[in-house]
């Protein structure tokens, strides 16, 4: 079966720190998006890509980059964790085929940071 | 731009009772529109979405959603609650112009007393 997968599950890093966590899909979707997910704050996108070697910043970007060097992987990079980046990370990917559809997620990996 | 709010932080029923969760959203023209479920530690499975046609959607595990264009509502009901149910419910919408990018509220959680 396709799927979606987040590696780690679970990340304690430094301040200061560079991270990068993973997504890799097999549902060979066009599109894919990196979100936070903070209390009170619901899923907040912070970068998506719409196909290999195209990404794009979403709303909340700073301190954040993703590259996507094939369909399957985009992965996302804190180049200077800081504390206010402790947070839930989920990853989704979609289709462009139709129009607008669902997206499928990843199990998300919460990241602390020290 | 698009929003979502969901009023309700936390809703606690019993079981077998009935269920409400309340979505508005603020979109110019016709949005797409989705109900997404987060189980504890999980990442989010879609329930149900609307983009068109028939306002009252039907979806898994016997949800539906009404679309009401005069109210900006999409609100999630199901007659009767089982202790499973216990989640956070993500309501999301997307613009028909934005590509597949989906802004989502933040949450609902539920509680199911037995």
């Known amino acids: 079966d396709a799927e979606i997968t987040q590696s780690p599950r679970h990340k304690i890093t430094e301040t200061g720190r560079q991270v990068t966590l993973a997504c890799h899909q097999t549902?060979?979707?066009?599109?894919m998006f990196w979100y936070r997910q903070d209390l009170g704050h619901g899923l907040r996108l912070i970068h998506y890509?719409?196909?290999?070697?195209?990404?794009n910043k979403g709303e909340v970007s700073d301190g954040y980059s993703v590259s996507r060097s094939n369909t399957e992987d985009l992965p996302l990079t804190l180049e200077s964790a800081a504390s206010s980046q402790t947070s839930v990370y989920f990853c989704?990917?979609?289709?462009?085929?139709?129009?607008?559809?669902?997206?499928?997620f990843g199990p998300g990996t919460r990241l602390t940071v020290l | 731009a698009q929003s979502v709010t969901q009023p309700d932080i936390h809703i606690t029923v019993s079981e077998g009772a009935s269920l409400e969760l309340r979505c508005n959203y603020s979109y110019g023209a016709t949005p797409y529109l989705f109900w997404y479920v987060q189980s504890p530690g999980q990442g989010l499975q879609l329930l149900l979405k609307y983009f068109s046609g028939d306002t009252l959607v039907q979806g898994i595990k016997g949800f539906e959603a009404e679309f009401k264009r005069s109210q900006s509502s999409f609100n999630l009901r199901k007659p009767s609650v089982h202790w499973s149910d216990a989640a956070e419910y993500f309501c999301a919408v997307g613009a028909r112009n934005a590509g597949n990018m989906l802004t989502f509220g933040g949450g609902t959680r539920l509680m199911v007393k037995p």
């Open positions: 549902w060979n979707h066009n599109n």
């Open positions: 989704a990917s979609s289709t462009l085929a139709g129009g607008l559809n669902e997206q499928f």
């Open positions: 890509s719409y196909g290999v070697q195209d990404t």
